[in-house]
Protein backbone atom coordinates (compact mmCIF):
# COMPACT_ATOMS: atom_id res chain seq x y z
CA UNK A 1 0.00 0.00 0.00
CA UNK A 2 1.47 3.29 -0.72
CA UNK A 3 0.48 6.62 0.92
CA UNK A 4 -0.40 9.70 -1.42
CA UNK A 5 -1.06 13.04 -0.24
CA UNK A 6 -2.30 15.40 -2.89
CA UNK A 7 -2.17 19.58 -2.17
CA UNK A 8 -4.02 22.06 -3.71
CA UNK A 9 -5.91 24.94 -3.52
CA UNK A 10 -9.21 23.76 -5.24
CA UNK A 11 -11.07 20.69 -4.92
CA UNK A 12 -14.30 19.66 -6.28
CA UNK A 13 -16.57 19.83 -4.71
CA UNK A 14 -15.90 21.99 -1.45
CA UNK A 15 -14.39 24.86 -3.79
CA UNK A 16 -13.96 25.60 -7.33
CA UNK A 17 -12.65 28.57 -10.06
CA UNK A 18 -11.40 26.66 -13.07
CA UNK A 19 -10.54 23.00 -13.69
CA UNK A 20 -8.05 22.66 -11.46
CA UNK A 21 -10.90 21.89 -8.96
CA UNK A 22 -12.18 19.01 -11.14
CA UNK A 23 -8.75 17.49 -11.51
CA UNK A 24 -8.09 17.05 -8.07
CA UNK A 25 -11.65 16.67 -7.06
CA UNK A 26 -11.86 13.41 -9.61
CA UNK A 27 -8.42 11.90 -9.77
CA UNK A 28 -7.84 10.65 -5.89
CA UNK A 29 -11.13 8.52 -6.28
CA UNK A 30 -9.90 6.82 -9.57
CA UNK A 31 -6.86 5.53 -8.01
CA UNK A 32 -6.69 1.91 -7.04
CA UNK A 33 -8.47 1.82 -3.69
CA UNK A 34 -6.11 -1.78 -3.08
CA UNK A 35 -3.14 -0.24 -3.57
CA UNK A 36 -3.17 3.69 -3.12
CA UNK A 37 -4.16 5.56 -0.06
CA UNK A 38 -5.26 9.00 -0.55
CA UNK A 39 -5.44 12.26 1.13
CA UNK A 40 -6.34 15.37 -0.11
CA UNK A 41 -5.15 18.35 1.75
CA UNK A 42 -6.99 21.83 0.93
CA UNK A 43 -7.55 25.26 2.48
CA UNK A 44 -10.23 25.65 4.44
CA UNK A 45 -11.61 28.42 3.25
CA UNK A 46 -14.55 30.36 4.38
CA UNK A 47 -15.75 30.97 1.46
CA UNK A 48 -16.98 26.80 1.49
CA UNK A 49 -20.31 26.67 1.46
CA UNK A 50 -21.85 26.46 4.52
CA UNK A 51 -23.82 22.96 3.32
CA UNK A 52 -19.27 21.31 3.93
CA UNK A 53 -18.31 23.73 6.18
CA UNK A 54 -20.74 22.59 8.87
CA UNK A 55 -19.59 18.82 8.46
CA UNK A 56 -15.92 19.21 8.73
CA UNK A 57 -14.70 17.60 12.11
CA UNK A 58 -11.81 19.14 14.35
CA UNK A 59 -9.14 17.16 14.38
CA UNK A 60 -5.99 19.16 15.94
CA UNK A 61 -4.50 22.23 16.09
CA UNK A 62 -0.64 23.47 16.99
CA UNK A 63 1.45 26.36 16.58
CA UNK A 64 4.04 26.61 13.10
CA UNK A 65 6.65 29.00 12.80
CA UNK A 66 7.28 30.95 9.60
CA UNK A 67 9.94 32.85 8.71
CA UNK A 68 10.28 35.93 11.06
CA UNK A 69 6.46 37.55 9.77
CA UNK A 70 4.96 35.38 12.41
CA UNK A 71 6.45 32.35 14.78
CA UNK A 72 3.75 30.87 16.13
CA UNK A 73 1.06 30.91 13.40
CA UNK A 74 -2.51 28.82 13.86
CA UNK A 75 -2.74 25.82 12.00
CA UNK A 76 -6.14 24.16 12.34
CA UNK A 77 -6.38 20.74 11.23
CA UNK A 78 -10.02 19.75 9.37
CA UNK A 79 -11.12 16.33 8.21
CA UNK A 80 -13.80 15.60 6.21
CA UNK A 81 -14.70 12.04 4.62
CA UNK A 82 -16.75 11.97 1.13
CA UNK A 83 -16.88 8.93 -1.63
CA UNK A 84 -14.21 7.03 0.52
CA UNK A 85 -11.84 9.71 0.00
CA UNK A 86 -10.73 11.41 3.43
CA UNK A 87 -9.42 15.51 2.90
CA UNK A 88 -8.06 17.71 5.72
CA UNK A 89 -8.55 21.00 5.80
CA UNK A 90 -6.20 23.29 7.00
CA UNK A 91 -7.77 26.06 9.08
CA UNK A 92 -6.52 29.68 9.79
CA UNK A 93 -9.24 32.54 9.28
CA UNK A 94 -6.24 35.66 8.86
CA UNK A 95 -5.41 33.55 5.69
CA UNK A 96 -8.70 31.69 4.66
CA UNK A 97 -11.28 34.44 5.32
CA UNK A 98 -12.70 36.17 2.46
CA UNK A 99 -15.43 35.90 -0.58
CA UNK A 100 -13.27 34.10 -3.02
CA UNK A 101 -9.71 31.87 -2.68
CA UNK A 102 -7.97 34.58 -4.36
CA UNK A 103 -7.50 38.25 -4.18
CA UNK A 104 -4.28 40.52 -3.41
CA UNK A 105 -1.41 38.62 -5.06
CA UNK A 106 0.81 39.78 -2.54
CA UNK A 107 -1.72 38.36 -0.10
CA UNK A 108 -2.37 35.21 -1.94
CA UNK A 109 1.35 34.55 -2.08
CA UNK A 110 1.51 34.94 1.48
CA UNK A 111 -1.67 32.86 2.28
CA UNK A 112 -0.13 29.97 0.18
CA UNK A 113 3.40 30.13 1.73
CA UNK A 114 1.58 29.23 4.44
CA UNK A 115 -0.72 27.01 3.02
CA UNK A 116 2.28 24.94 2.06
CA UNK A 117 4.23 24.67 4.71
CA UNK A 118 1.10 23.80 6.99
CA UNK A 119 0.71 20.98 4.35
CA UNK A 120 3.77 19.36 5.43
CA UNK A 121 3.50 20.17 9.15
CA UNK A 122 0.41 18.48 9.36
CA UNK A 123 1.26 14.79 8.23
CA UNK A 124 3.25 13.61 11.63
CA UNK A 125 0.44 15.22 13.23
CA UNK A 126 -2.12 13.10 11.87
CA UNK A 127 0.64 10.23 11.44
CA UNK A 128 0.35 9.71 8.12
CA UNK A 129 3.79 9.11 6.59
CA UNK A 130 3.41 9.86 2.20
CA UNK A 131 5.26 8.12 0.19
CA UNK A 132 4.26 11.10 -2.87
CA UNK A 133 3.72 13.89 -2.11
CA UNK A 134 1.38 14.94 -5.18
CA UNK A 135 1.78 18.76 -5.78
CA UNK A 136 -0.58 20.94 -8.06
CA UNK A 137 0.11 24.33 -9.39
CA UNK A 138 2.19 27.26 -7.75
CA UNK A 139 -0.13 27.27 -4.92
CA UNK A 140 1.20 24.45 -3.81
CA UNK A 141 4.85 25.50 -5.32
CA UNK A 142 6.79 25.46 -2.01
CA UNK A 143 6.00 21.99 -0.50
CA UNK A 144 8.67 20.21 -2.55
CA UNK A 145 11.00 23.12 -1.48
CA UNK A 146 10.09 22.88 1.99
CA UNK A 147 10.71 19.45 2.05
CA UNK A 148 14.14 19.26 0.68
CA UNK A 149 15.45 22.53 3.14
CA UNK A 150 13.99 23.24 6.59
CA UNK A 151 12.46 19.36 6.54
CA UNK A 152 15.25 17.57 4.58
CA UNK A 153 16.64 16.08 8.15
CA UNK A 154 13.24 15.33 9.25
CA UNK A 155 13.08 11.50 9.73
CA UNK A 156 9.00 11.33 9.31
CA UNK A 157 9.38 12.19 5.68
CA UNK A 158 12.11 9.43 5.18
CA UNK A 159 11.86 8.46 1.38
CA UNK A 160 9.04 10.96 0.75
CA UNK A 161 9.17 11.94 -3.01
CA UNK A 162 7.53 14.84 -4.59
CA UNK A 163 5.88 15.21 -7.82
CA UNK A 164 4.99 19.16 -9.56
CA UNK A 165 1.81 19.18 -11.95
CA UNK A 166 1.54 22.05 -13.91
CA UNK A 167 -2.00 22.83 -14.75
CA UNK A 168 -1.70 26.40 -15.84
CA UNK A 169 2.20 27.47 -16.91
CA UNK A 170 1.06 31.15 -16.87
CA UNK A 171 0.31 31.91 -13.13
CA UNK A 172 3.68 30.75 -11.51
CA UNK A 173 3.70 33.11 -7.52
CA UNK A 174 6.12 35.69 -8.31
CA UNK A 175 7.44 38.20 -5.61
CA UNK A 176 10.70 39.74 -4.41
CA UNK A 177 13.06 38.10 -2.85
CA UNK A 178 12.92 39.81 0.45
CA UNK A 179 9.63 39.52 0.94
CA UNK A 180 9.65 35.99 0.54
CA UNK A 181 12.96 35.50 3.04
CA UNK A 182 10.85 37.32 5.49
CA UNK A 183 7.11 35.73 5.05
CA UNK A 184 9.05 32.03 4.40
CA UNK A 185 11.81 31.09 6.30
CA UNK A 186 13.66 29.44 3.77
CA UNK A 187 17.38 29.17 3.61
CA UNK A 188 19.45 31.54 1.41
CA UNK A 189 20.47 29.27 -0.80
CA UNK A 190 17.19 28.72 -1.97
CA UNK A 191 16.91 32.36 -3.37
CA UNK A 192 19.71 31.56 -6.16
CA UNK A 193 18.89 31.46 -9.88
CA UNK A 194 19.99 27.79 -9.94
CA UNK A 195 16.48 27.38 -7.52
CA UNK A 196 13.52 29.61 -7.16
CA UNK A 197 15.41 33.15 -7.97
CA UNK A 198 13.93 34.24 -10.87
CA UNK A 199 14.41 37.70 -13.05
CA UNK A 200 15.69 38.83 -9.30
CA UNK A 201 12.80 37.92 -7.95
CA UNK A 202 11.45 34.64 -6.17
CA UNK A 203 9.38 32.23 -8.24
CA UNK A 204 7.22 29.73 -6.42
CA UNK A 205 6.22 27.18 -9.22
CA UNK A 206 9.71 27.23 -9.98
CA UNK A 207 10.69 26.29 -6.30
CA UNK A 208 8.54 23.28 -6.68
CA UNK A 209 9.68 22.26 -10.54
CA UNK A 210 13.22 22.65 -9.33
CA UNK A 211 12.81 20.72 -6.06
CA UNK A 212 10.44 18.15 -7.32
CA UNK A 213 11.43 14.80 -7.94
CA UNK A 214 9.24 14.81 -10.47
CA UNK A 215 7.43 17.31 -13.03
CA UNK A 216 3.94 16.47 -14.69
CA UNK A 217 1.75 18.81 -16.78
CA UNK A 218 -1.79 17.94 -18.17
CA UNK A 219 -1.10 17.13 -22.09
CA UNK A 220 1.78 15.28 -23.84
CA UNK A 221 1.38 18.84 -26.40
CA UNK A 222 1.76 20.84 -23.60
CA UNK A 223 4.46 19.39 -22.02
CA UNK A 224 6.10 19.97 -25.29
CA UNK A 225 4.91 23.84 -25.59
CA UNK A 226 6.08 24.92 -22.54
CA UNK A 227 9.75 23.62 -23.40
CA UNK A 228 9.60 26.48 -26.31
CA UNK A 229 9.45 30.18 -25.80
CA UNK A 230 5.79 31.13 -27.04
CA UNK A 231 4.51 28.75 -24.90
CA UNK A 232 7.10 28.72 -22.06
CA UNK A 233 5.67 32.09 -20.05
CA UNK A 234 9.70 32.79 -19.06
CA UNK A 235 10.23 29.03 -17.58
CA UNK A 236 10.93 27.14 -21.20
CA UNK A 237 14.71 27.06 -20.48
CA UNK A 238 14.33 25.93 -17.39
CA UNK A 239 11.51 23.28 -18.57
CA UNK A 240 14.07 21.87 -21.08
CA UNK A 241 16.73 22.17 -18.41
CA UNK A 242 14.49 19.64 -16.36
CA UNK A 243 12.82 17.46 -19.23
CA UNK A 244 14.24 14.35 -18.22
CA UNK A 245 12.02 14.48 -15.03
CA UNK A 246 8.61 16.19 -17.00
CA UNK A 247 5.60 14.29 -19.07
CA UNK A 248 2.81 14.92 -19.91
CA UNK A 249 -0.47 13.20 -18.71
CA UNK A 250 -3.72 14.14 -20.31
CA UNK A 251 -6.99 14.76 -17.84
CA UNK A 252 -9.97 12.78 -17.91
CA UNK A 253 -13.50 13.60 -16.95
CA UNK A 254 -16.19 12.36 -14.39
CA UNK A 255 -17.82 9.84 -16.56
CA UNK A 256 -20.52 9.97 -13.29
CA UNK A 257 -21.11 13.60 -13.14
CA UNK A 258 -21.24 14.38 -17.48
CA UNK A 259 -23.10 12.18 -18.97
CA UNK A 260 -26.01 12.51 -21.24
CA UNK A 261 -27.89 8.92 -20.49
CA UNK A 262 -28.29 9.79 -17.23
CA UNK A 263 -27.85 13.37 -16.34
CA UNK A 264 -30.45 14.65 -13.94
CA UNK A 265 -29.73 18.59 -15.06
CA UNK A 266 -30.60 18.22 -18.76
CA UNK A 267 -34.27 18.49 -19.89
CA UNK A 268 -33.97 15.01 -21.70
CA UNK A 269 -31.81 12.07 -21.73
CA UNK A 270 -30.04 11.16 -25.06
CA UNK A 271 -27.87 8.22 -25.66
CA UNK A 272 -25.52 7.28 -29.34
CA UNK A 273 -28.94 6.04 -30.30
CA UNK A 274 -31.26 8.34 -29.07
CA UNK A 275 -29.32 11.55 -30.77
CA UNK A 276 -31.89 13.54 -31.68
CA UNK A 277 -32.67 14.05 -27.97
CA UNK A 278 -30.00 16.86 -28.61
CA UNK A 279 -33.31 18.53 -30.53
CA UNK A 280 -35.55 18.71 -27.71
CA UNK A 281 -32.25 19.77 -24.92
CA UNK A 282 -31.74 23.14 -27.83
CA UNK A 283 -35.67 24.19 -28.08
CA UNK A 284 -35.75 24.00 -24.41
CA UNK A 285 -32.62 25.96 -23.45
CA UNK A 286 -34.25 28.78 -26.26
CA UNK A 287 -37.09 29.17 -24.39
CA UNK A 288 -35.43 29.77 -21.06
CA UNK A 289 -33.16 32.22 -22.40
CA UNK A 290 -35.76 34.16 -24.50
CA UNK A 291 -34.26 33.20 -27.92
CA UNK A 292 -36.45 32.19 -30.74
CA UNK A 293 -37.13 28.30 -30.61
CA UNK A 294 -35.84 26.73 -33.48
CA UNK A 295 -34.23 23.35 -33.32
CA UNK A 296 -32.64 23.96 -36.91
CA UNK A 297 -30.68 27.16 -35.38
CA UNK A 298 -26.64 26.05 -35.69
CA UNK A 299 -26.05 26.75 -31.65
CA UNK A 300 -22.54 27.36 -31.04
CA UNK A 301 -21.57 27.43 -27.18
CA UNK A 302 -18.93 28.99 -24.78
CA UNK A 303 -18.45 27.49 -21.51
CA UNK A 304 -15.29 29.26 -20.05
CA UNK A 305 -13.49 31.48 -18.15
CA UNK A 306 -13.74 34.88 -19.98
CA UNK A 307 -9.22 35.83 -19.94
CA UNK A 308 -6.96 36.36 -22.65
CA UNK A 309 -5.82 32.71 -22.59
CA UNK A 310 -9.51 31.74 -23.82
CA UNK A 311 -8.81 33.12 -27.78
CA UNK A 312 -11.82 35.52 -26.95
CA UNK A 313 -10.02 38.51 -28.88
CA UNK A 314 -10.36 36.49 -31.68
CA UNK A 315 -14.29 35.66 -31.31
CA UNK A 316 -14.78 39.63 -31.06
CA UNK A 317 -12.50 40.43 -34.17
CA UNK A 318 -14.96 38.37 -36.20
CA UNK A 319 -18.13 37.85 -34.15
CA UNK A 320 -20.31 40.18 -36.85
CA UNK A 321 -19.79 37.63 -39.26
CA UNK A 322 -20.27 34.28 -37.42
CA UNK A 323 -23.78 35.76 -36.15
CA UNK A 324 -26.15 35.21 -39.41
CA UNK A 325 -29.99 34.30 -39.46
CA UNK A 326 -29.24 30.43 -38.80
CA UNK A 327 -27.26 30.61 -35.95
CA UNK A 328 -27.35 31.22 -32.07
CA UNK A 329 -24.52 31.75 -29.57
CA UNK A 330 -24.37 31.21 -26.02
CA UNK A 331 -21.91 31.79 -23.70
CA UNK A 332 -21.35 31.19 -20.19
CA UNK A 333 -18.53 32.30 -17.66
CA UNK A 334 -17.06 35.24 -15.93
CA UNK A 335 -13.76 36.71 -16.18
CA UNK A 336 -11.75 39.61 -17.18
CA UNK A 337 -14.35 42.76 -17.62
CA UNK A 338 -13.72 43.48 -21.27
CA UNK A 339 -14.55 39.95 -22.23
CA UNK A 340 -17.55 39.95 -19.80
CA UNK A 341 -18.79 43.89 -21.39
CA UNK A 342 -17.72 42.30 -25.02
CA UNK A 343 -20.45 39.72 -25.20
CA UNK A 344 -23.03 41.48 -22.94
CA UNK A 345 -22.76 44.30 -26.08
CA UNK A 346 -23.43 41.58 -28.40
CA UNK A 347 -26.52 40.20 -26.66
CA UNK A 348 -28.04 43.91 -26.53
CA UNK A 349 -26.60 44.08 -30.57
CA UNK A 350 -27.72 41.18 -31.92
CA UNK A 351 -30.99 39.98 -29.63
CA UNK A 352 -32.30 36.84 -30.11
CA UNK A 353 -28.83 35.67 -31.16
CA UNK A 354 -26.18 35.92 -28.79
CA UNK A 355 -27.10 35.33 -24.76
CA UNK A 356 -24.55 36.19 -22.55
CA UNK A 357 -24.47 34.24 -19.31
CA UNK A 358 -21.66 36.52 -17.59
CA UNK A 359 -21.93 33.89 -14.13
CA UNK A 360 -21.16 30.72 -13.57
CA UNK A 361 -23.94 28.25 -13.36
CA UNK A 362 -23.43 24.51 -13.56
CA UNK A 363 -26.77 23.68 -14.06
CA UNK A 364 -27.05 25.79 -17.12
CA UNK A 365 -23.56 24.65 -18.62
CA UNK A 366 -25.07 21.28 -18.27
CA UNK A 367 -27.87 22.17 -20.17
CA UNK A 368 -25.76 23.88 -22.75
CA UNK A 369 -23.49 21.38 -23.33
CA UNK A 370 -26.33 19.09 -24.26
CA UNK A 371 -28.55 21.01 -26.21
CA UNK A 372 -25.21 23.16 -28.60
CA UNK A 373 -24.40 21.95 -31.77
CA UNK A 374 -20.79 22.93 -31.51
CA UNK A 375 -18.31 24.23 -28.37
CA UNK A 376 -15.78 27.09 -29.62
CA UNK A 377 -12.48 26.86 -28.03
CA UNK A 378 -10.02 28.91 -29.82
CA UNK A 379 -7.33 29.05 -26.72
CA UNK A 380 -4.31 30.67 -26.97
CA UNK A 381 -2.61 28.18 -25.23
CA UNK A 382 -3.90 25.17 -23.48
CA UNK A 383 -2.28 23.16 -20.78
CA UNK A 384 -5.48 20.41 -21.18
CA UNK A 385 -9.35 21.87 -21.64
CA UNK A 386 -11.82 19.77 -20.25
CA UNK A 387 -14.88 21.69 -22.03
CA UNK A 388 -14.13 20.30 -25.10
CA UNK A 389 -13.75 16.68 -23.47
CA UNK A 390 -17.49 17.27 -21.78
CA UNK A 391 -18.38 18.42 -25.19
CA UNK A 392 -17.54 15.32 -26.98
CA UNK A 393 -19.09 13.48 -24.16
CA UNK A 394 -22.27 14.83 -24.74
CA UNK A 395 -22.24 14.84 -28.83
CA UNK A 396 -21.78 18.66 -29.04
CA UNK A 397 -18.73 19.12 -31.33
CA UNK A 398 -15.78 21.07 -30.69
CA UNK A 399 -13.83 23.47 -32.82
CA UNK A 400 -10.84 24.64 -31.55
CA UNK A 401 -7.41 25.57 -31.84
CA UNK A 402 -4.88 23.18 -32.16
CA UNK A 403 -2.45 23.82 -29.34
CA UNK A 404 -2.04 21.34 -25.66
CA UNK A 405 -4.32 19.43 -25.17
CA UNK A 406 -7.36 20.35 -27.40
CA UNK A 407 -4.19 19.08 -29.95
CA UNK A 408 -4.50 15.78 -28.02
CA UNK A 409 -7.61 15.15 -27.49
CA UNK A 410 -9.84 16.20 -30.95
CA UNK A 411 -9.09 14.81 -34.25
CA UNK A 412 -9.69 16.67 -36.77
CA UNK A 413 -12.65 15.79 -39.44
CA UNK A 414 -11.55 14.65 -42.29
CA UNK A 415 -15.04 14.42 -44.77
CA UNK A 416 -13.56 12.05 -47.33
CA UNK A 417 -12.89 9.49 -44.65
CA UNK A 418 -15.30 10.08 -42.33
CA UNK A 419 -13.35 10.49 -39.44
CA UNK A 420 -12.51 12.97 -37.00
CA UNK A 421 -14.70 13.90 -33.54
CA UNK A 422 -14.47 18.23 -34.43
CA UNK A 423 -12.74 20.64 -35.99
CA UNK A 424 -9.50 21.97 -35.29
CA UNK A 425 -7.30 25.57 -36.69
CA UNK A 426 -3.71 25.92 -36.12
CA UNK A 427 -2.74 29.53 -36.54
CA UNK A 428 -3.97 32.70 -33.71
CA UNK A 429 -5.73 34.06 -36.43
CA UNK A 430 -9.49 34.96 -36.72
CA UNK A 431 -9.84 34.73 -40.18
CA UNK A 432 -8.64 31.54 -40.02
CA UNK A 433 -11.27 30.53 -37.20
CA UNK A 434 -13.74 32.18 -38.89
CA UNK A 435 -13.03 29.99 -41.65
CA UNK A 436 -13.05 26.83 -40.26
CA UNK A 437 -16.37 27.65 -38.49
CA UNK A 438 -18.20 28.57 -41.87
CA UNK A 439 -16.94 25.29 -42.85
CA UNK A 440 -18.15 23.46 -39.73
CA UNK A 441 -21.84 25.20 -40.96
CA UNK A 442 -21.68 23.65 -44.37
CA UNK A 443 -20.96 20.34 -42.71
CA UNK A 444 -23.81 20.81 -40.60
CA UNK A 445 -26.45 22.20 -42.86
CA UNK A 446 -25.41 20.16 -45.88
CA UNK A 447 -24.58 17.03 -44.48
CA UNK A 448 -26.22 16.65 -41.45
CA UNK A 449 -25.89 12.37 -41.40
CA UNK A 450 -22.29 13.06 -41.61
CA UNK A 451 -22.26 15.56 -38.82
CA UNK A 452 -24.17 13.69 -36.68
CA UNK A 453 -21.76 10.49 -37.41
CA UNK A 454 -19.17 12.81 -36.43
CA UNK A 455 -20.99 13.18 -33.01
CA UNK A 456 -21.51 9.80 -32.35
CA UNK A 457 -17.45 9.24 -33.54
CA UNK A 458 -16.83 11.76 -29.87
CA UNK A 459 -19.42 10.20 -27.85
CA UNK A 460 -17.91 6.71 -28.14
CA UNK A 461 -14.10 8.42 -27.74
CA UNK A 462 -13.15 7.33 -23.95
CA UNK A 463 -11.75 10.46 -22.04
CA UNK A 464 -12.76 8.95 -18.62
CA UNK A 465 -10.37 9.06 -15.99
CA UNK A 466 -9.58 5.32 -16.19
CA UNK A 467 -6.82 5.64 -18.52
CA UNK A 468 -5.21 8.73 -17.03
CA UNK A 469 -5.35 7.29 -13.37
CA UNK A 470 -3.16 4.39 -14.74
CA UNK A 471 -0.19 6.55 -15.84
CA UNK A 472 0.06 8.52 -12.63
CA UNK A 473 -0.32 5.44 -10.32
CA UNK A 474 2.57 4.11 -12.98
CA UNK A 475 4.77 6.98 -12.07
CA UNK A 476 3.63 6.73 -8.28
CA UNK A 477 5.43 3.21 -8.51
CA UNK A 478 8.41 4.28 -10.82
CA UNK A 479 9.19 6.93 -8.13
CA UNK A 480 8.92 5.51 -4.96
C1 LIG B 1 -6.08 24.83 -16.03
C2 LIG B 1 -5.83 24.85 -17.54
C3 LIG B 1 -6.75 23.89 -18.29
C4 LIG B 1 -6.71 22.51 -17.61
C5 LIG B 1 -7.03 22.64 -16.13
C6 LIG B 1 -6.99 21.31 -15.39
O1 LIG B 1 -7.32 25.43 -15.76
O2 LIG B 1 -5.99 26.15 -18.05
O3 LIG B 1 -6.32 23.75 -19.62
O4 LIG B 1 -7.66 21.68 -18.23
O5 LIG B 1 -6.10 23.51 -15.51
O6 LIG B 1 -5.76 20.65 -15.51
Known amino acids: MKNIVFVASECVPFIKTGGLADVVGALPKMLDKNEFDVRVIIPNYTCIPWEYRSKFEYVHHFYMDLGSRFHDVHVGIMKYELDGIIYYLIDNEFYFNGPTPYGDIRFDIEKFCFFSKAALAILPVINFHPDIIHCHDWQAGLVPVYLRTLYQYNEFFYGTRTIMTIHNLKFQGIWDIKTFRYITGLPDEVFTPAKMEYKKDANMLKGGIVYADYVTTVSDTYAG ?256
Open 225 to 480: EIQMPYYGEGLDGLMRQYNNKLCGIVNGIDYEIFDPATDKQIYKNYTIKTLEGKKENKKKLQEELGMPVDENKFMIGIISRLTDQKGLDLVNWVMGSIIDEFTQFVVIGTGDEQYENMFRHYEWTKKGQVSANIYYNDNRAHKLYAAADAMLMPSRFEPCGLTQLISLRYGTIPIVRETGGLKDTVVPYNEFEGTGTGFSFHNYNADEMLKLINYAKKVYFETRPAWDAMAIRGMETDFSWENSAKKYQDLYYKLT
